[in-house]
Each structure stands twice: as structure tokens, then as C-alpha cells.
């Protein structure tokens, strides 16, 4: 049995965890997002499966939650541009009810280069589209969690925040922003009953290192306490996790998704 059949097997045979719940996905058409959303749903949670351009995609993984008798609808929207984001928040809303749980996912893609190959453009575009990516879906659901005096946000950081590599300043960077701004909400927003986690993958294999080569992930593999490489349903597991009542006392952590291969 390979490891998507495992947690296919797995997850007909759990108990809901997020029954009742509203949750909000950003970048859930595909990889990371795609599989949070659907194992989000599983667990009894309607979710808002927000996309930029892969329309189909979006629409595929709607269909897939709909098929196991989940609900979910797709709303498109840039994460970057706060008009964007309250419409589809409002959508969401409309739809199933207040958002009591928003995962900040979406890919906000960045050049690998080393430091002197990089133009400060490069550098803002990650930068400021990671913050923004970030700050207008909490600006927009933060209002309605303070009103349900509860919430729950989880952000989808990087292990590369604590454990830069070569040529990879401007997401590490960002993503070190990321977990600032995460740590702050935790303390802010606690007294409302909002958590504020980070979730920090390792490598995935998603449709963002389709371009990176065999040898690098089979060597990343082997350096790996758990000998492989990790998967999206890990990070999903990861999320839910968080997302899930038995987690209602962690706030401000911050999770390595990453089969040890770096020990903080
Ligand atoms: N893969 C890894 O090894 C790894 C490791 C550490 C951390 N992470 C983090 O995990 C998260 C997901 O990464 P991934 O590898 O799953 O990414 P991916 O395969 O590149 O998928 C990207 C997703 O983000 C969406 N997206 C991109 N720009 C967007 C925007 N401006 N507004 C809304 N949605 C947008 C895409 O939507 P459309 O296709 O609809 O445009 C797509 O659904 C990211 O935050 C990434 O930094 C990944």
C-alpha cells in the first residue's frame, strides 16, 4: 500500500473533527491548498476554495469534496489585493456562514538565486505579496472571529524561515516576516479566543518543485530521518490538526512538517 492509499484508508475510518466549521483555503486549486481542502472537508468543515488562475482546478476540487458529500465552493480572488480578498470572504460567508477558520496557503512565487543575482524588485514582489497574502485575509475574517469570540488562523510558513538555503534569501525572507506577523496576532488576538499557529513545511513534492530535479529530492530523501520525501497530505494533516478542537490551548507554535530533516 503506497502513502496516499495509507491516509485514503485512514481517513474513511476517523471521526469528524471540524463539524459545523467555515473555513477559508487561500491557494487551495491546487498541491498544499488542494489537499488541506479536501481533508478539511472530510472533517465535516465547509470550505471556500479560493484560486487565482486555475479556474478548472478549483472547480475539480469542489466537485471532488462534493462527491464524498462535502461542501465547498470556489471563489476566485489574489490574495494580494484586499478588494479581491473581502469579496470572496463575503462569498464564503454567504454561503455557509461567518468564517471561524482561515488557512493563509497560497503560493507567492519567488526567484532562486543567490543574493547578488537578485534585483530589489524580485525581493519586494515576494515580500510584499507574502505580507499582503497574509494580512488582507486576516483583515478581512479577524472582525467576524472577534464577534464569535473564536477563531482560528493557520498560516502556511516554511521550514526554510528558521533554516535558510542557498539561494533562497527572498523566501526565507518573507516567510520569516510571516512568522512575526503570525506571533503578534497570537498575542493580540488571543484574548478573543483567536489561535495563531505556523505550519513550516520541509520539501514537498508539489507543482512548485516540478522544476527542480530527481537527484536533489532523492538526496533530500536520504538525508531524511524519514527516509522520503514529504507529501501534501502531510501538511493537510498538519492543519488539520491545528485546525481541530483538541488543539484549543496552542497558540503562537510554530510546526516542522518535514520528516526531521531539520531539527530545530
Ligand atoms: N512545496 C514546498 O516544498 C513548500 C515548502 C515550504 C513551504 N511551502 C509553502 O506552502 C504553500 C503552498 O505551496 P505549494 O507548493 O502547494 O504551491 P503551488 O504548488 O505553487 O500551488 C500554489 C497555489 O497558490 C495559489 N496562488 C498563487 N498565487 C496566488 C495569489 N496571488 N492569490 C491566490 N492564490 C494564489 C495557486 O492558485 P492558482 O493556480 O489558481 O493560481 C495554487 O493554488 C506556500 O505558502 C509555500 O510557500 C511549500
Redesign the pocket.
Known amino acids: 500500500m503506497n502513502i496516499t492509499q495509507t491516509y485514503a484508508k485512514t481517513h474513511s475510518e476517523v471521526t469528524k473533527l471540524l463539524t459545523n466549521r467555515v473555513i477559508l483555503v487561500?491557494?487551495?486549486?491546487?498541491?498544499?491548498?488542494?489537499a488541506t481542502a479536501k481533508l478539511l472537508a472530510r472533517h465535516g468543515a465547509a470550505v471556500g476554495i479560493?484560486?487565482?488562475?486555475?479556474?478548472l482546478?478549483?472547480h475539480q476540487v469542489v466537485d471532488a469534496i462534493a462527491s464524498e458529500g462535502g461542501k465547498a465552493l470556489a471563489v476566485k480572488?489574489?490574495?494580494?489585493e484586499i478588494h479581491q480578498v473581502e469579496t470572496m470572504v463575503q462569498q464564503v460567508t454567504e454561503a455557509f456562514g461567518a468564517i471561524d477558520t482561515l488557512v493563509i496557503?497560497?503560493?507567492?512565487?519567488f526567484r532562486i538565486a543567490p543574493f547578488l543575482e537578485h534585483s530589489w524588485e524580485d525581493f519586494e514582489a515576494k515580500l510584499l505579496?507574502e505580507l499582503k497574502?497574509a494580512f488582507y485575509p486576516c483583515k478581512a475574517v479577524v472582525p467576524s472571529m472577534i464577534k464569535q469570540q473564536k477563531g482560528c488562523i493557520i498560516a502556511?510558513?516554511?521550514?526554510?524561515s528558521r533554516y535558510p538555503n542557498n539561494g533562497f534569501s527572498a523566501?526565507t525572507t518573507a516567510?520569516s516576516g510571516l512568522d512575526g506577523f503570525l506571533k503578534s496576532l497570537a498575542l493580540e488576538l488571543g484574548p478573543y479566543g483567536i489561535r495563531v499557529n505556523a505550519i513550516?513545511?520541509?520539501?514537498?513534492?508539489?507543482?512548485?518543485?516540478s522544476s527542480t530535479s530527481q537527484e536533489w529530492k532523492d538526496n533530500t530523501a536520504q538525508m531524511t530521518p524519514l527516509r522520503r520525501n514529504?507529501m501534501?497530505e502531510d501538511?493537510a494533516g498538519a492543519i488539520l490538526l491545528m485546525a481541530s478542537e483538541e488543539a484549543k490551548f496552542i497558540t503562537g507554535t510554530y510546526l516542522p512538517v518535514n520528516g526531521g530533516a531539520q531539527i530545530l
Open positions: 487561500t491557494g487551495a486549486s491546487r498541491s498544499i491548498g488542494a479560493n484560486y487565482y488562475n486555475s479556474e482546478a478549483a480572488g489574489d490574495v494580494r496557503n497560497a503560493n507567492v512565487l505579496g497574502g502556511v510558513s516554511s521550514i526554510a523566501h516567510k513550516a513545511p520541509g520539501l514537498i513534492l508539489t507543482d512548485a518543485l514529504g501534501v501538511v
